[in-house]
Structure formats: structure tokens, C-alpha cells
């Protein structure tokens, strides 16, 4: 099943914050998070295991709710070079495959 | 620099033909993956490997084929390709399957 990312797409202001949500409706073993820029190859950014950990990467920083399945990517005070696509991928079953999300499209304007 | 080779960029093709993606990689990860990229859809896994010599199943595997002889190599085949694999294909690699994956810069693929 896809998980559901939320919002679609979110234009900011430079400094400001953003939350993304990605949620699923099957049980997770883990949560990868990737952002993609306009015409490139989606980049790697951070992985939850189940357990609750957050995780963070410079001003980006993710949680993981095993119980409610789903997972929330946290930029703060958000800078130009975030603008891009963000995917979440789920992970379910033993194989380790993901399934991505459809994105949400952050915009940031000075 | 290590990484993920792709070839061919871009390709038109004429539907009804054969046509196949190479994906190379030089970090000796074990599992990869091919994936389409349709606007609005998001990533959809086609095909993956964990480890040579063994390929799976994905999300959308009809119409496609894939080997992997060796750990470096992961050709994806369009055995006779039609309109509706318009698409821009990513292959990717992760040292173990559920690992960071590394992407490469995709094949911008047209079928007329």
C-alpha cells in the first residue's frame, strides 16, 4: 500500500518551518527519506527504525510513530537550497523494498 | 567518482521495438533496484536484486525483465515497449536491501 504524504505541496518563505507528513496504513519496520531537485535523481536523507527515534540531518530532522504508523519530516528555519520533492519510503515486510509515496513539493522564496 | 552509471540520458523509441537500460555501479552493494517515475505518482519499484544472481518483483514488473550476472550490472528490458512506459527509469544500489539507496541520474525514456 503507498503511504500518503501530506501536504502535496507547501511554498515558504526563507527561515520558515515546514512539516511533512507520510503515513501508512500497513505496519512499518522502517521509514526512508529522500528529496529530490527539479530534474535530478532523488538523494538520500535519513532513515527511522521503529522504535520512536528521531533523526536528524542539519536543520532537517525526522520522527517515526511506529503505533500511529506514519512519520514527520521537520524543516527548520528553511533555507533556498530545501526547495525540491521530498519522498518518504515504507518499508513493511522482510524483503527491505520501499514503497514511496507520491512527494510533497517544497518551494522556498526569499 | 563512485556511483551509479546509467546509459542511455534520453532515448525516443518506436513502440513494438526492444529496448534495453543499462545500469552499472562501483560501490559493491549487493542489492538493486529499478524504478519508474511518472508525474504525480511518484517512485515505483519495477524490479530488484538483493544479491547476484537473484532477481524479484516489484510494484509494476509487467512489460519488464531484468538480470543480474554479476554485482556490478542490472540491465532493465522492454521486451516490446508501448506508449504507456513513457517514463523517466532511476536504478538504484544499497549495500543490503532495506539500506540507503544511491540513485543514479535516470534514462528519460519515450515511447511513440
Known amino acids: 500500500q503507498q503511504p500518503v504524504q501530506s501536504p502535496q505541496a507547501v511554498i515558504l518563505r526563507e527561515g520558515e518551518d515546514a512539516v511533512i507528513n507520510c503515513s501508512s496504513s500497513?505496519?512499518?519496520?522502517?521509514v526512508h527519506w529522500y528529496r529530490q531537485k527539479h530534474g535530478e535523481a532523488p538523494v538520500f536523507l535519513m532513515i527511522l527504525l521503529k522504535g520512536g527515534e528521531q533523526k536528524g540531518h542539519e536543520k532537517i530532522s525526522a520522527s517515526f510513530n511506529e503505533k500511529k504508523q506514519q512519520s514527520s519530516l521537520y524543516l527548520t528555519a528553511s533555507q533556498l537550497s530545501y526547495s525540491g520533492t521530498y519522498f518518504c519510503?515504507?518499508?513493511?515486510?522482510?524483503?527491505?523494498?520501499?514503497?514511496f509515496g507520491k512527494g510533497t513539493k517544497l518551494s522556498v522564496k526569499p | 567518482i563512485a556511483g551509479i552509471t546509467q546509459a542511455p540520458t534520453s532515448q525516443i523509441l518506436a513502440a513494438g521495438r526492444r529496448m534495453t537500460l543499462r545500469c552499472t555501479q562501483d560501490m559493491r552493494h549487493n542489492a538493486m533496484y529499478w524504478y519508474r517515475q511518472d508525474l504525480g505518482l511518484g517512485l515505483r519499484l519495477i524490479h530488484y536484486?538483493?544479491?547476484?544472481?537473484?532477481?524479484g518483483k516489484g510494484e509494476v514488473p509487467d512489460g519488464y525483465s531484468v538480470s543480474r550476472a554479476n554485482t556490478d550490472d542490472f540491465p532493465l528490458t522492454l521486451a516490446s515497449a508501448v506508449p504507456s512506459q513513457t517514463s523517466v527509469y532511476f536504478c538504484?544500489?544499497?549495500?543490503?536491501?532495506?539500506?540507503?539507496?544511491?540513485f543514479g541520474d535516470g534514462t528519460r525514456l519515450s515511447i511513440l
Open positions: 500497513k505496519a512499518l519496520y522502517s
Open positions: 538504484a544500489s544499497s549495500e543490503q536491501e532495506g539500506q540507503p539507496q544511491h
Open positions: 519510503g515504507t518499508e513493511g515486510g522482510s524483503q527491505g523494498n520501499l514503497i
Open positions: 536484486s538483493n544479491t547476484a544472481g537473484t532477481t
